[in-house]
Structure formats: structure tokens, C-alpha cells
């Protein structure tokens, strides 16, 4: 793997890096230490350009290259949250935070993008500026929204913006990539379905919820097989069921089902939509029931942009000898969506070799993945604004 000398060099820094992150998980917005973490290593490296506060608690720093004639700033993003997981893995460098862990890898991504932050500071090999973002609050909280409305693209001038994410079951170092939808929208539905509870032993008093929810979870899985051009993608996934009821003998008067659509299509989101609130409510209204439906569109589908794509692509190349730029679409969602809504750029898929899925209690970002990630992000910087 060709990956930038210094990157090797550096390999058993930046993974220290990385399992001190990991040891101190922080939640959403909630990434104080981290961002202090970073903006200190930043300034070790010689970085005095830096903004914390973007998007609440996200931090911004500016390299400069040898040469400004090019005029152009490229953007490049990693998130810095984790999730409120219990971990599993029984690592000596497992979390210390009881209930949190970086079950994602984001504490790979922060490191990775800090060690190419360190040779981009040391080498300056490039015409143009660079914008480095950590971002908080990937993991639910919109932290690449909140940053966006900051005035992220505007205030820093960005032209480009990339980022990376860790892919379980590739290839250490391999890296995967399409152009146009790479991740989907993700959006969310709690729905609470409410008849007229009574006892067990006498249904036909009752209105019965739990009947009416039945029929709604089958009737939902039609969006997909009868809907949906079978060519295009849906996921309807019901995740959660409750009821207001714990007894054995008690039909309940309400029934609360939550859960997930993800689409990479925006006329497939708003079909989804529509048919879910048809089904739910027509569905409930066949049994005798009411429904109250809370529908909320979360992040939008990942669209990476055709010649930053390839760009993307091109700079993974000179890294690695595996390089899919075909990778099927996967329906996990990430909001740096939200950044590429703004800006052209593109998202690439970092392989993480075998072990645990992402979310997963024993996931374990792969830190022999890490000079790859660094070698990317440096040489998209310097093919895209070389010096001359």
C-alpha cells in the first residue's frame, strides 16, 4: 500500500491518539473534551487558525499552503461523537465513561483527519487553503446542519468538502465509493395507535389496539413490494412496540410503535411518506381506531457529486490498490449529507477489515486503517490543489 512515509512514521502516534479518544466517549454536542483534545493537538502542530463553538461545540481550523495563487479551499470532515452503548470488546483501552462508547469509529475518523492535519501543517505541499472540521453530534444530533448554519461554507470560503467513514468487513485500507446517493435519508415515525381497552377474556367490549397495530406493521412491509419501482430502494423497518398495558389479562387502549424509512430516491421519500400515514391511519381506522401520527424527516440521502467522485477516487488510487468506485448504496444515513447539500464534494468508504458491525457493543475501529485514511485526505488536498 502506498500510503505517505510520514504516515508510517507517524502510525503509533496517531493510534495513541485514537485509544485516548476512545477511552473518553462524549455524547452529540456534548464533546467538549474531545474538541479541547483536538483544538490542542492542532496547535501543537503549529495551527494558530482555529474557531471552536461552530455548531455549538465544533471546532474549524484553517492551513494555508506554500502557495494562495490557486485561490481555492478545500473542506475536510471528520465527526468527533459516540453513542451511548455499554461496550463489550474487554480492550485495555476500552471506555472509561460507563453507558458510552465509540461504537462508530468517529474517534478514528477524529484521529485520522488529526494526523493528516499534522503533515498537511508540516509539509504546506499545496496551492490553497484547507479547512479541517470536526463536527459534533453525528449520531443524531445534526451537528452537520448545526455547523452549516453557522455559516460553516460561507465564513471559511469552502469550495469542496470531503470526508471518510470506516466500513466493517472491507479490506483494511481499501476504500469504496459511488457517485451520486452512497447513504440514505433516514427518517422516523412514532405512531400511537389507540382503540378501547378492556378485559382479556371479553374482546368483543373492546376496540383492540394491538389488532389494528398488527395489520399496520404487515400492511407497511406492501411500501416496498407494491409501491416502489422494484429498482429504486425502501426500507420500512417498525422498531419498537409498546402498550400501556403489562398485564396478562388486559387488552390496552393504546398501542405506541416507533421506527425507521430510508430511502436514496427524494420522489421514493416523499412516496414513503405518504403511504405511511395512508396505511397507519386507514389501516387503524378498518379496526376501529384512531391513529396520531409524528412523521420527521431526518437527514437527507449522501449524494456524492460526479467530479468530486472521481476526485475522491483518484486520490484513493494513489493510496491503495482497492479501490470499488461502484460500492452498492448503503442504507445507513450520515449527515454530512447536509455539508454536500451546500457544497460539491464527495464521501469515500474506508475499509475496516473483519469484526463487529458498526453500533455493535464489540466494534472496534481498526487501527491499521489509519495511515490509508491519513494518506486520502492529504493527497485529495494535493491533487486538487497542487502546487506549481
Same mark, same amino acid.
Not at 474531545?34 to 492542532?42: D, G, I, M, Q, R
Not at 403489562?246 to 405506541?256: D, K, L, R
Given at each position: 500500500?502506498? !500510503?505517505?512515509?510520514?504516515?508510517?512514521?507517524?502510525?503509533?502516534?496517531?493510534?495513541?491518539?485514537?485509544?485516548?479518544?476512545? /477511552?473518553?466517549?462524549?455524547?452529540?454536542? #456534548?464533546?467538549?473534551?474531545?474538541?479541547?483534545?483536538?483544538?490542542?493537538?492542532?496547535? +501543537?502542530?503549529?495551527?494558530?487558525?482555529?474557531?471552536?463553538?461552530?455548531?455549538?461545540?465544533?471546532?474549524?481550523?484553517?492551513?494555508?499552503?506554500?502557495?494562495?495563487? +490557486?485561490?481555492?479551499?478545500?473542506?475536510?470532515?471528520?465527526?468527533?461523537?459516540?453513542?451511548?452503548?455499554?461496550?463489550?470488546?474487554?480492550?485495555?483501552?476500552?471506555?472509561?465513561?460507563?453507558?458510552?462508547?465509540? $461504537?462508530?469509529?468517529?474517534?478514528?475518523?477524529?484521529? !485520522?483527519?488529526?494526523?493528516?492535519?499534522?503533515?498537511?501543517?508540516?509539509?504546506?505541499?499545496?496551492?490553497?487553503?484547507?479547512?479541517?472540521?470536526?463536527?459534533?453530534?453525528?449520531?443524531?444530533?445534526?451537528?452537520?446542519?448545526?455547523?452549516?448554519?453557522?455559516?460553516?461554507?460561507?465564513?471559511?470560503?469552502?469550495?469542496?468538502?470531503?470526508?471518510?467513514?470506516?466500513?466493517?468487513?472491507?479490506?483494511?485500507? +481499501?476504500?469504496?465509493?459511488?457517485?451520486?446517493?452512497?447513504?440514505? $435519508?433516514?427518517?422516523?415515525?412514532? !405512531?400511537?395507535?389507540?382503540? /378501547?381497552?378492556?378485559?382479556?377474556?371479553?374482546?368483543?367490549?373492546?376496540?383492540?389496539?394491538?389488532?389494528?397495530?398488527?395489520?399496520?406493521?404487515?400492511?407497511?412491509?406492501?411500501?416496498?413490494?407494491?409501491?416502489?419501482?422494484?429498482?429504486?430502494?425502501?426500507?420500512?423497518?417498525?422498531?419498537?412496540?409498546?402498550?400501556?398495558?403489562?398485564?396478562?389479562?388486559?387488552?390496552?387502549?393504546?398501542?405506541?410503535?416507533?421506527?425507521?424509512?430510508?430511502?436514496?430516491?427524494?420522489?421514493?421519500? #416523499?412516496?414513503? /411518506?405518504?403511504?405511511?400515514?395512508? !396505511?397507519?391511519?386507514?389501516?387503524?381506522?378498518?379496526?376501529?381506531?384512531?391513529? /396520531?401520527? #409524528?412523521?420527521?424527516?431526518?437527514?437527507?440521502?449522501?449524494?456524492?457529486?460526479?467530479?468530486?467522485?472521481?476526485?475522491?477516487?483518484?486520490?484513493?488510487?494513489?493510496?491503495?490498490?482497492?479501490?470499488?468506485?461502484?460500492?452498492?448504496?448503503?442504507?445507513?444515513?450520515?449527515?454530512?449529507?447536509?455539508?454536500?447539500?451546500?457544497?460539491?464534494? $464527495?464521501?469515500?468508504?474506508?475499509?475496516?477489515?473483519?469484526?463487529?458491525?458498526?453500533?455493535?457493543?464489540?466494534?472496534?475501529?481498526?487501527?491499521?486503517?489509519?495511515?490509508?485514511?491519513? +494518506?486520502?485526505? $492529504?493527497?485529495?488536498?494535493?491533487?486538487?490543489?497542487?502546487?506549481?
Amino acid at each position: 500500500m502506498p !500510503i505517505k512515509n510520514r504516515f508510517a512514521e507517524m502510525h503509533a502516534e496517531i493510534t495513541g491518539w485514537r485509544r485516548h479518544l476512545h /477511552q473518553y466517549p462524549e455524547l452529540q454536542f #456534548d464533546v467538549h473534551e474531545t474538541a479541547k483534545f483536538v483544538e490542542e493537538k492542532l496547535r +501543537s502542530f503549529g495551527i494558530t487558525d482555529i474557531t471552536t463553538g461552530i455548531g455549538r461545540t465544533g471546532v474549524v481550523a484553517v492551513i494555508e499552503g506554500r502557495n494562495m495563487k +490557486s485561490g481555492r479551499t478545500i473542506g475536510l470532515r471528520a465527526d468527533m461523537d459516540a453513542l451511548p452503548i455499554e461496550e463489550a470488546t474487554g480492550l485495555e483501552y476500552a471506555s472509561k465513561i460507563p453507558g458510552k462508547m465509540h $461504537a462508530c469509529g468517529h474517534d478514528g475518523h477524529t484521529a !485520522i483527519l488529526l494526523g493528516a492535519a499534522q503533515y498537511m501543517a508540516e509539509t504546506r505541499n499545496f496551492d490553497g487553503r484547507v479547512v479541517l472540521i470536526f463536527q459534533p453530534a453525528e449520531e443524531g444530533g445534526g451537528g452537520g446542519l448545526e455547523m452549516c448554519k453557522d455559516g460553516l461554507m460561507e465564513r471559511w470560503n469552502i469550495d469542496e468538502v470531503y470526508g471518510l467513514h470506516n466500513m466493517p468487513g472491507a479490506e483494511p485500507g +481499501s476504500f469504496h465509493i459511488r457517485e451520486g446517493a452512497l447513504l440514505a $435519508a433516514t427518517d422516523e415515525f412514532d !405512531i400511537v395507535i389507540t382503540g /378501547q381497552g378492556g378485559h382479556a377474556a371479553a374482546p368483543h367490549t373492546v376496540i383492540d389496539p394491538n389488532l389494528a397495530t398488527a395489520h399496520i406493521i404487515v400492511a407497511l412491509q406492501s411500501i416496498a413490494s407494491r409501491n416502489v419501482d422494484p429498482l429504486k430502494q425502501v426500507v420500512v423497518s417498525v422498531c419498537q412496540l409498546r402498550s400501556d398495558s403489562e398485564a396478562h389479562n388486559v387488552i390496552p387502549h393504546t398501542v405506541t410503535m416507533t421506527g425507521t424509512v430510508r430511502s436514496l430516491d427524494p420522489e421514493v421519500r #416523499d412516496l414513503a /411518506q405518504k403511504r405511511v400515514q395512508e !396505511i397507519v391511519d386507514l389501516t387503524a381506522r378498518a379496526h376501529g381506531c384512531s391513529a /396520531q401520527i #409524528d412523521y420527521d424527516r431526518g437527514y437527507p440521502v449522501t449524494f456524492n457529486h460526479t467530479d468530486n467522485t472521481h476526485y475522491a477516487a483518484e486520490a484513493a488510487e494513489a493510496v491503495s490498490p482497492g479501490v470499488d468506485r461502484a460500492t452498492p448504496p448503503i442504507m445507513a444515513g450520515e449527515d454530512f449529507s447536509y455539508m454536500l447539500e451546500e457544497r460539491p464534494g $464527495a464521501y469515500i468508504m474506508l475499509g475496516n477489515g473483519e469484526g463487529a458491525m458498526v453500533h455493535h457493543p464489540e466494534y472496534n475501529f481498526n487501527d491499521e486503517a489509519i495511515p490509508a485514511g491519513c +494518506s486520502w485526505f $492529504a493527497e485529495v488536498v494535493e491533487q486538487r490543489m497542487p502546487l506549481t
